[in-house]
């Protein structure tokens, strides 16, 4: 169906308000260069739609809990750019990956000849000081060089859906909290010889930096820093398993965020195929979500992620957290390991998730208290001082 055909029939069927409020965005981010509407050249409404689709999905998904505004609220503050295609010469040129500038020809090596990157959500600090997400699309149909870069079929819809699905499932799991409201265990968890932080601030950081960053911590809890979660993701320091390297631990991370661009994908349209990608590691998370309540896992997962970390490193399971023995298996793909024993073990712990309740508690006043609140008065507070900038 045309994106022109699906705008008209939410316009007619869906809910008006939220479409034009909806729109008011997209018209605000696009005029300030920052949000493209849709592919060069087509329909202006896909950016519309894609989010339409993504905020009401996730509030079916977590039965309300998360409002379809406060889904659009938080992508809103936390996206600084969306593009289609490519990143963008000169109005992207300060978004980073790696040192190299997006728009450079570097990254186009390494990403996308290299890497083969379909999308990318990389972090960037915007002009205000701060932290954002940039989302772009590639189209797999760019050459650079006489070569042909990487990216996504632009002209399917499943394609395009389900890979911003993804992406913005990045951006909902990423959760700022001032330090002083948080514990030490929500931010550092030690088990054996290894230190586990439950932040991916700091993934550039060198080993001294990050030994630095563990003994100030408990200064940092009683001070006035912010600390960023993205989602299950953690950084491991043992320094005789890996003398010179931090472990990142984002495999398991990945597999929530497809989990769930899954579920909105299968709520959007029922008929569209799921591709191969995080097989295994989806499979995982399922067992893990249904049996903490599938609706409170996702309300958690997006507005207050460290909670579910401190439930996962609680369980033990063959001497090791439960989040770090399912971690170092989906970061390795099983290597060695008896897969049939390995989904027992998880069934067992879920189990026992599924008994222990620890997300009983979780409602929509939490949520709004806990993290989208945060965001949306950030909104509100740039929103102001975008008024009183003079934009020409
Ligand atoms: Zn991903």
Not at 187 to 208: C, H, K, P, Q
Not at 289 to 303: E, I, N, Q, R
Not at 329 to 334: A, E, P, R, T
Not at 377 to 383: K, L, Q
Request: charge should be negative.
């Amino acid at each position: 169906m045309e994106i022109d055909e699906i705008y008209k029939i939410y316009c007619e069927n869906g809910d008006q308000d939220l479409i034009k409020y909806i729109e008011n965005i997209v018209n605000e981010k696009s005029m300030n260069g920052q949000w493209d509407r849709g592919i060069e050249g087509q329909s202006e409404n896909l950016t519309t739609i894609l989010l339409y689709e993504y905020a009401t999905s996730i509030e079916k998904l977590t039965n309300g809990i998360i409002t379809s505004k406060q889904v659009v609220d938080k992508l809103s503050n936390q996206m600084g750019k969306l593009r289609f295609g490519d990143f963008k010469d000169k109005n992207d040129d300060n978004v980073c990956y790696d040192k190299n500038s997006v728009t450079s020809d570097e990254y186009k090596k390494k990403c996308r000849i290299e890497k083969h990157f379909g999308a990318h959500a990389p972090q960037y600090t915007d002009e205000n000081g701060k932290t954002r997400c940039a989302i772009v699309l590639f189209d797999n149909k760019q050459e650079f060089n006489g070569m042909t870069l990487s990216g996504i079929d632009l002209s399917d819809l499943t394609d395009i859906r389900h890979t911003i699905f993804h992406e913005w499932t990045h951006v909902m799991e990423m959760q700022t909290v001032k330090a002083s409201e948080l514990s030490m265990d929500d931010i550092l968890y030690r088990d054996g010889e290894s230190v586990y932080i439950n932040t991916t601030a700091g993934v550039d950081w060198s080993m001294e930096e990050f030994e630095d960053y563990i003994s100030s911590v408990s200064d940092l809890v009683q001070g006035d820093k912010e600390i960023s979660f993205s989602g299950i993701s953690t950084i491991e320091i043992n320094k005789k398993k890996n003398p010179n390297r931090r472990i990142m631990h984002n495999q398991i991370d990945e597999g929530a965020t497809e989990f769930i661009a899954r579920k909105v994908m299968s709520i959007v349209d029922d008929t569209a195929k799921s591709p191969d990608r995080y097989k295994g590691q989806v499979k995982i998370i399922e067992k893990i979500f249904s049996s903490l309540g599938l609706d409170k896992s996702v309300a958690t997962y997006f507005s207050a992620p460290q909670k579910l970390l401190r439930i996962l490193e609680r369980k033990r399971i063959g001497g090791v957290d439960f989040l770090h023995y399912i971690s170092d298996v989906v970061n390795c793909s099983g290597k060695g390991i008896d897969l049939q024993q390995f989904f027992r073990d998880i069934d067992i712990i879920c189990g026992e998730l599924e008994s222990d309740k620890p997300l009983e508690e979780v409602t929509t006043g939490d949520v709004v208290k806990n993290a989208l609140s945060h965001d949306i008065i950030e909104r509100a507070r740039s929103s102001e001082r975008l008024a009183e900038e003079d934009y020409r």
